[in-house]
């Protein structure tokens, strides 16, 4: 009857999270972005968090 909703890690949230904010124009692709203890306290996640959505998100990988 109902299909189950899909489960999105941390990482995963993120990183749509980013995305969007470029595709609206309030971040620039190539953007320099903040150190990473300054950039997971804005963003409210983990370093850890950060991390993997960083790995996930280099090209070619």
């Known amino acids: 009857m109902f299909e189950p909703l899909a489960r999105r890690t941390p990482s995963e949230q993120m990183v749509d999270d980013r995305g969007r904010l470029i595709v609206v124009g309030r971040v620039m692709p190539r953007e320099v ?7 997971a306290e804005d ?3 983990s370093r ?3 991390r993997e959505a960083t790995r996930g998100r280099r090209p070619g990988k």
Not at 33 to 39: D, I, K, M
């Open 43 to 45: 963003l409210r996640v």
């Open 33 to 39: 972005l903040p150190r990473e203890a300054g950039l």
């Open 48 to 50: 850890g968090v950060l």
